[in-house]
């Protein structure tokens, strides 16, 4: 078996994506999909299909005006959603999942789902934790 060189090791880490070494990028998607708002923008838009931005706002209870744009710019950057400007007036802007954001549908919205009902749980655990180390 041949020796690789420490390029040809870097070349060949480049192609196969480990997110457990601290170098893989793709540690940066990871960190993208797993923001709150990332998540509940993801979970909003794959159990309601498309939605204006008003909407999105309405349906993300206590997600700020900067925080809704940011999060949208960064999934548009990603290829998760696209976003779609239609002349109208006032101006009407919606968004939608790509097939590359659709293709995480289950996950998030198991993710939420998962958070929802095992909620009473984690409390519990909290309240028992806190209780034995306070």
Same mark, same amino acid.
């Given at each position: ?28 998607? +990871?960190?993208?999909? =797993?923001? *709150?708002?990332?998540?509940?923008? $993801?979970? !909003? %838009?794959?159990? @309601? #299909? ?9 349906? +993300?209870?206590?997600? =700020?005006? *900067?925080?809704?744009?940011?999060? $949208?710019? !960064? %999934?548009?950057? @990603? #290829? ?55």
């Amino acid at each position: 078996m041949p020796t690789m060189t420490a390029a040809q090791k870097r070349a060949s880490a480049k192609n196969e994506y480990d997110a457990f070494m601290a170098g893989c990028p793709s540690r940066q998607l +990871l960190d993208r999909i =797993s923001d *709150k708002w990332v998540a509940l923008v $993801l979970a !909003a %838009l794959a159990s @309601d #299909g498309q939605l204006r931005y008003s909407e999105l706002s309405r349906r +993300l209870a206590g997600v =700020s005006q *900067k925080m809704l744009t940011q999060t $949208l710019r !960064a %999934l548009e950057r @990603d #290829g998760l959603i696209t976003r779609t400007v239609t002349p109208t007036v006032p101006v009407t802007v919606e968004y939608d999942l790509t097939p590359l954001g659709a293709s995480l549908q289950q996950v998030m919205l198991t993710l939420k789902d998962w958070a929802e009902s095992h909620m009473d749980d984690v409390i519990g655990h909290r309240e028992h934790y806190d209780a034995a180390v306070g």
